[in-house]
């Protein structure tokens, strides 16, 4: 399937259910990349450890269990490779769903064994910037035993888990779905990002 197809379809699943999955989102040799290059950041040190909303001293070993960095500018050509896709993503999620979509904020983001995210909703307080909610993830031969899956709440009745295999890009409105990250057996390997409005309020 085209790339252009699967953006299509997205899209369509988007307007219709809030959420989409495109399989094999970038080249294997970039995923692999990417991975790559969050582990470097990782072991080198260059990762800290994820913290909730704006409070610089929220972190909480029982909510997330991440490290992450942020990208802030592409640094390889593999992170070239991404933005450059995430930029042809969002022109058409505002091509055809008027979503008004303005910047794109990413980081890498490593799980260890063990830890999850519990649930949650993309939206900072007081803030509804966060439009679309993406995850790339990054991880290389992901088996079923190996758990980490994101839960995505569909109603007060039903979720969806989505397993976290290599290449896949899952997308859903910030605003409408309450998620999760359930623990995984091994490390767990993502991008997470969003597509942001123009805010009214500086983060």
């Known amino acids: 399937m085209h790339a252009i197809t699967q953006t299509e379809q997205a899209i369509d699943d988007i307007a219709r259910d809030g959420y989409a999955v495109i399989e094999q989102f970038l080249p294997a040799e970039i995923i692999t990349a990417l991975a790559d290059e969050a582990l470097t950041l990782k072991t080198s040190g260059a990762m800290r450890k994820a913290v909730t909303g704006k409070d610089l001293h929220s972190s909480s070993d029982s909510l997330r269990g991440d490290f992450i960095h942020w990208l802030e500018s592409p640094s390889s050509s593999a992170q070239q490779r ?66 980490g899956e994101l839960r995505l709440h569909l109603n007060e009745d039903a979720c969806l888990d989505i397993a976290p295999q290599g290449g896949k890009l899952v997308l859903f409105l910030s605003e409408r779905f309450w998620h999760e990250v359930l623990p995984a057996n091994r490390q767990r390997i993502s991008l997470t990002g969003w597509f942001r409005k123009r805010s009214g309020q500086p983060l």
């Not at 990413?106 to 900072?124: E, I, N």
Request: proline content about 2%; cysteine-free.
């Open 82 to 147: 991404y933005l450059q896709a995430m930029d042809k993503l969002s022109a058409a999620l505002n091509r055809d769903l008027y979503l008004g979509l303005f910047e794109f904020e990413t980081h890498f983001a490593v799980y260890p064994a063990g830890t999850g995210y519990a649930k949650h909703l993309d939206q900072l307080r007081n803030t509804q910037d966060r439009q679309v909610s993406t995850i790339l993830y990054l991880n290389q031969n992901w088996q079923g035993t190996d758990g």
